[in-house]
């Protein structure tokens, strides 16, 4: 495969700034300062979901196609999805790589039975397929995303992008209340952090358009987005039993079909209301360790004394 390497995203003064040294086509390159902080920022979720009690996992970055569409993750979100296919080794010698255009064509390929997803507990529910369940179960990930986009923009818009989640996996109680424990911790980090952010509902077509569950979602939505000026950065999601049913989840307790909810945090996204806040890489580090120390801290005040 050529590669063509993109710019390192410099040290910026804005956002602005970000964008313009991002690589071509959605898939910029990180310096080390911008490396330091999102590896900060990544331990620092994935600490929280620990702390709750959550398994570390990790997840591989393709996943057959045909999983995936039985989750009617193509119905769905269609117009952000990426698929990787082989080589034809036979018809490539007919069909060689276009310089011109940069491309194989669609004739040298084989079938694209691979798909890149978009978010990472895709991961986690088709791997906990067929099995059953503590009805608590919470499992944190860390994955390469992918997303067709219309445009690609520094570290606000990529087509290639880290996105750790902390996905909970259970009775319904227990879904319900990640998403509210997980909410606040978001609220704190941002206040901490000087982030001014505001929580909105987003309309991602989860389930089919024209279905009962559609509906459902429009009166009382899924997805809730955290937002730093027009960019969101997290989000908290319900999916109810959607999984449970399509993945054969089952609940030890119950051996009904588990309940599923997750928090998810755009790693590079960060970096970017960050550095847009702060100004540059080093008082954006700053403000997350500063943050972290205050709301440990805190914690510790809330705990009480130790006798």
Not at 165 to 181: D, P, Q, S
Not at 191 to 211: I, N, S, V, Y
Not at 223 to 252: P, Q, W
Request: aromatic content about 8%; overall charge negative; proline content about 6%.
């Amino acid at each position: 495969m050529t590669v063509t390497t993109p710019a390192t995203v410099g040290e910026p003064r804005s956002d602005t700034r970000a964008a313009a040294g991002g690589g071509a086509g959605g898939l910029p390159t990180l310096g080390p300062e911008a490396t330091r902080l999102l590896r900060l920022l990544d331990d620092t979720f994935e600490g929280w979901g620990v702390a709750a009690g959550a398994r570390p996992m990790t997840m591989p970055p393709l996943l057959p196609a045909a999983d995936l569409a039985r989750l009617d993750y193509y119905d769905n979100f269609p117009h952000q999805a990426v698929v990787a296919a082989p080589l034809d080794l036979e018809r490539r010698a007919t069909t060689p790589f276009d310089t011109d255009t940069g491309r194989f064509p669609t004739a040298a390929l084989e079938p694209a039975a691979l798909g890149l997803p978009s978010a990472s507990c895709y991961a986690v529910y088709l791997t906990h397929q067929g099995t059953r369940v503590a009805d608590d179960t919470l499992v944190t990930v860390c994955s390469w995303c992918f997303r067709k986009e219309t445009h690609y923009e520094g570290m606000r818009r990529q087509l290639g992008f880290r996105m750790r989640e902390i996905v909970a996996i259970g009775g319904r109680e227990h879904a319900e209340n990640h998403l509210a424990a997980f909410t606040d911790r978001v609220h704190a980090f941002a206040e901490a952090l000087d982030l001014p952010l505001r929580k909105e509902a987003a309309c991602d077509p989860f389930f089919d358009k024209g279905g009962s569950k559609a509906l459902l979602q429009r009166l009382t939505p899924v997805k809730h987005e955290f937002l730093y000026e027009d960019l969101a950065i997290a989000s908290v999601n319900t999916h109810r039993n959607f999984f449970g049913d399509r993945c054969a989840i089952t609940l030890e307790s119950t051996g009904g079909p588990a309940f599923t909810s997750c928090v998810a945090f755009g790693l590079e996204r960060w970096l970017s209301a960050l550095t847009r806040r702060h100004g540059d890489w080093d008082a954006a580090t700053q403000a997350v360790l500063d943050a972290n120390a205050r709301l440990r801290a805190d914690a510790s005040g809330a705990a009480g004394p130790v006798i």
